[in-house]
């Protein structure tokens, strides 16, 4: 299983980005999605989370309201959409997977099997 993670880049505070993450080599269709990220000097921290079927989302309080976690099944892509981004939003950003069923929504990077190799989000002020 691979997870190509790309997007990331350095944009001023108030812009938007749109992160995706290509999955491959999956086996079984019913997967569930997540994002993280890591601050330097800090721990990995949960971004958002999305079930197989899309109908169940989970976000951080931090970026509530501002990012978008979505799929596109037949593409085995997840996105995420930044906006109104912030300083405190630098960090590299992973995209992760697991096999779960449809409806599962993973919130805990303990949970994770599956890893992108992160990308870059940077946030000027």
């Known amino acids: 299983v691979q997870l190509q993670a790309s997007g990331g880049g350095l944009v001023q505070a108030g812009g938007s980005l749109r992160l995706s993450c290509a999955a491959s080599g999956l086996t079984s269709s019913s997967y569930a999605v997540g994002w993280f990220r890591q601050a330097p000097g800090k721990e990995r921290d949960f971004v958002a989370a999305m079930s197989w079927s899309g109908g169940g989302t989970v976000y951080a309080d931090s970026v509530k309201g501002r990012f978008t976690v979505s799929r596109d099944n037949a593409k085995n892509t997840i996105y995420l959409q930044m906006n109104s981004l912030k300083p405190e939003d630098t960090a590299v950003y992973y995209c992760?997977?697991?096999?779960?069923?449809?409806?599962?929504?993973?919130?805990?990077?303990?949970?994770?099997?599956?890893w992108g190799q992160g990308t870059l989000v940077t946030v000027s002020s």
């Open positions: 992760a997977a697991d096999y779960r069923a449809p409806r599962v929504v993973v919130t805990t990077a303990q949970e994770y099997d599956y």
